[in-house]
């Protein structure tokens, strides 16, 4: 089955070659790409094939354009207002390309709430790594951002942090209008566009896609196993992710029942006596409560001091290539072997 055909339009060449190159680099987006740098060309592929989502130009709005048979149409506006163009949805063009594409795929969720739809998914299947540990200070979110990092290099590849307290405006440096605590909603509605309403909640770092964690504690406390699982089952059938990392705190009763769903748990230790105790105590708990397959999928890794320097907004931009970098590089490449 054939994806949905995504064109770009503006008469700008560099900015819509360069807009179609990054998103050709998000391997997660569910639609072929086009791009135009003239009205003529887009009218002629228009008028041979359907487009399910156009971003244009105001510059390059006219009469034809309307006339083609397009699912979702969206101006990119370069601030000023086009008049003429008030019946359609507008994003800012000097903004980074991942806010455009947010934008753009939250008014193309609205469009498509009305008329469920489900894209073809061209992957084989989709990996769940666990990142877990009874510990506390032992760089578990550091080693999982890492991870993350080194693997969307090369895969797509969706990091979702489960913790009650994950600090990521602070982290990144910025706000966020939409977190986990909204996408656990339209988890609970039965929305049957969930992953396109996970789309427009994207946020990216090095090609790392992520859900901005809940602001509430008690969004993870409150959550139920029958809405995790089907996140996570949405997720594996209905999107373009390849992995999914989930950094799992303690917020979760059914974490067992969890680390069970991964393919491999990585667990962070630390060589302490007392962190010793606590490990065999979540070692032997497992056992008892008949999860001796999580313990056989779990990987302990003892992560290098990490030197990096907290600065507002780069700190988990930093980590693919410091001492923590360098250690799942190694790690991943061993696993390989």
Not at 165 to 174: H, V
Not at 235 to 259: A, K, M, P, R
Not at 295 to 322: D, I, R
């Amino acid at each position: 089955m054939k994806k949905n055909i995504f064109a770009v339009c503006d008469l700008e060449a560099d900015y819509a070659y360069n807009f179609m190159d990054y998103l050709n680099q998000k391997k997660n987006i569910p639609f072929e790409i086009q791009a135009f740098t003239n009205v003529e060309s887009l009218l002629a592929y228009g008028k041979e094939k359907h487009i399910e989502l156009l971003l244009i130009s105001g510059k390059a709005m006219c009469q034809e354009v309307r006339e083609l048979d397009i699912g979702k149409l969206v101006i990119l506006s370069e601030g000023v207002h086009s008049p003429g163009l008030d019946q359609y949805p507008s994003v800012y063009k000097y903004q980074s390309s991942s806010d455009v594409v947010r934008e753009v795929m939250a008014y193309y969720g609205e469009e498509k709430a009305v008329f469920p739809v489900q894209f073809p998914v061209l992957k084989k299947t989709t990996e769940i790594l666990g990142v877990y540990s009874p510990l506390g200070r032992c760089l578990k979110t550091s080693f999982a951002l890492t991870l993350g990092q080194v693997l969307a290099r090369e895969r797509a590849v969706l990091y979702l942090n489960l913790e009650e307290y994950a600090g990521f405006e602070e982290l990144m440096g910025k706000s966020f209008q939409y977190n986990l605590s909204d996408l656990l909603y339209y988890v609970r509605q039965e929305n049957q566009n969930l992953t396109l309403k996970m789309n427009s909640m994207i946020q990216t770092v090095n090609n790392l896609d992520y859900i901005p964690p809940v602001q509430a504690p008690s969004d993870i406390l409150g959550i139920s196993w029958e809405d995790l699982e089907r996140l996570i089952s949405e997720i594996t059938l209905h999107s373009s992710y390849e992995v999914v990392v989930l950094d799992i705190g303690h917020g979760i009763e059914e974490t067992f029942q969890l680390l069970d769903q991964c393919k491999t748990v990585y667990m962070p230790v630390l060589s302490d006596t007392v962190s010793a105790c606590k490990i065999a105590q979540y070692e032997n708990l497992l056992r008892i409560w008949d999860y001796p397959q999580v313990l056989a999928k779990t990987v302990k890794v003892k992560l290098p001091f990490h030197a990096g320097t907290v600065c507002a907004g780069k700190y988990a931009e930093q980590l693919l290539w410091s001492e923590l970098g360098d250690y799942v590089r190694g790690m991943l490449r061993k696993d390989t072997q």
